[in-house]
Structures are given as C-alpha cells and as structure tokens.
Nanobody
Framework: QVQLVESGGGLVQPGGSLRLSCAAS????????MSWYRQAPGKEREWVKT????????YNAAPVKCRFTISRDNAKKTLYLEMSDLSPEDTGVYYC?????????WGQGTQVTVSA
C-alpha cells in the first residue's frame, strides 16, 4: 500500500547542506499535499514544511523557512527537502508524511546529524 521511503540523510558539518528525498508509492502522488517533519532526541516530532498539490509552500514557525526548501517532482513521485546552512539544532530524524483521507502515513525517517 502506501509507502514513503526517505533518503539523503547523513553527517554534515555546521554550515553544510543536504538534500533529502522521499520516494512515494501506493497512491496518486500528485493528488496530495506532502510534508516533512523532524524529531530531535528527547523532543516531540515537529512540523517542518508542507507543499500543496499545486506547489505552494507552507512554512512552519521555526526558523527554517529561509534555509529549507520543499519541492516535489510528480513525474518521479518524489518529495524533496533542500537544507542549507545547517546547525546542530537541525539534528534529528526527518520524516516524510502524507495524509490520505483520514489516515496519516509516515516514512521510517532518515537521520540528519550536524556536527563538527
């Protein structure tokens, strides 16, 4: 059924950049808004960004709106998160998310570690 598979995480130095990907399957990708969430150790999972079906970006309240860019490629059924000027505070597991009807779906997450 619905599958979301994140990739692209890893270890980067402060100030570095990463591009995360989320490969989607099991649903009509272009019909749904998609989101990125993240969870730091010992903290609640927090919303990062959402992109609508028409490509509009919804920013969260955290100071990532200028550093992170969400995008999608409907032909490839892939969601992206471009992250720049990373800091240790960005460390955490990043999750891809979609809600189909009343049911939310999550990927397994990909680890992002920002450390010198």
């Amino acid at each position: 059924q619905v599958q979301l598979v994140e990739s692209g995480g890893g270890l980067v130095q402060p100030g570095g950049s990463l591009r995360l990907s989320c490969a989607a399957s099991g649903f009509i990708f272009s019909n749904y808004g998609m989101s990125w969430y993240r969870q730091a150790p010992g903290k609640e999972r927090e919303w990062v960004k959402t992109i609508t079906t028409v490509g509009n970006t919804v920013y969260n309240a955290a100071p990532v709106k200028c550093r992170f860019t969400i995008s999608r490629d409907n032909a490839k059924k892939t969601l992206y998160l471009e992250m720049s000027d990373l800091s240790p505070e960005d460390t955490g597991v990043y999750y891809c998310h979609v809600q189909r009807g009343k049911t939310p779906y999550w990927g397994q997450g990909t680890q992002v570690t920002v450390s010198a």
